[in-house]
């Protein structure tokens, strides 16, 4: 199944390029590498505001992910002029939960972005490096953000 057939099977719609919300740009590409800035989760339109272990769980957590996920794509879609099937593959991915002290389970929530990319990427395109941090704040108060790092042709 193409990127694009396994994207309308999932009834997922990518969103064009956020305007950046300060003084950078939304990706930079050298060489094969494409570095999409940090997408933070948004809600019908808004910051998906909160922080784990406290106002949100694990969970709740995986769907901010996933969300960040599909506006990441958005952008890299951009980035490789318009088709995702120039990607060869993701290479990485950054993500900064905003959580309590005890919380531990960022790499949970952050599977939530992992396993939409290796479903709509499919799992040798995929696949990834990651790192996974608990942060004491996201811009705009949201919940989680991550940036990417893909290989393009």
């Known amino acids: 199944m193409s990127i694009y057939d396994q994207l309308k099977a999932l009834n997922i719609e990518l969103p064009p390029v ?14 094969q590498l494409v570095f999409i800035s940090g997408h933070t989760a948004s809600k019908n339109g808004q910051p998906w505001t909160g922080k784990l272990g406290k106002t949100m769980d694990t969970a709740e957590g995986q769907q901010a992910a996933r969300a960040v996920a599909i506006d990441l794509m958005g952008t ?10 120039r990607v060869k593959r993701i290479v990485k991915l950054m993500s900064l939960v905003n959580s309590t002290e005890d919380f531990t389970e960022q790499h949970l929530v952050t599977n939530g972005a992992s396993e939409l990319l290796a479903q709509v990427f499919g799992p040798d395109k995929g696949a990834h490096a990651r790192s996974a941090f608990g942060v004491a704040q996201v811009p705009r108060g949201a919940c989680v953000e991550i940036e990417l790092i893909a290989e393009v042709e």
């Open 18 to 31: 956020r305007t950046p919300a300060a003084a950078y740009a939304p990706f930079a590409q050298t060489g």
């Open 76 to 85: 890299l879609q951009a980035a490789v002029g318009g088709d995702l099937n």
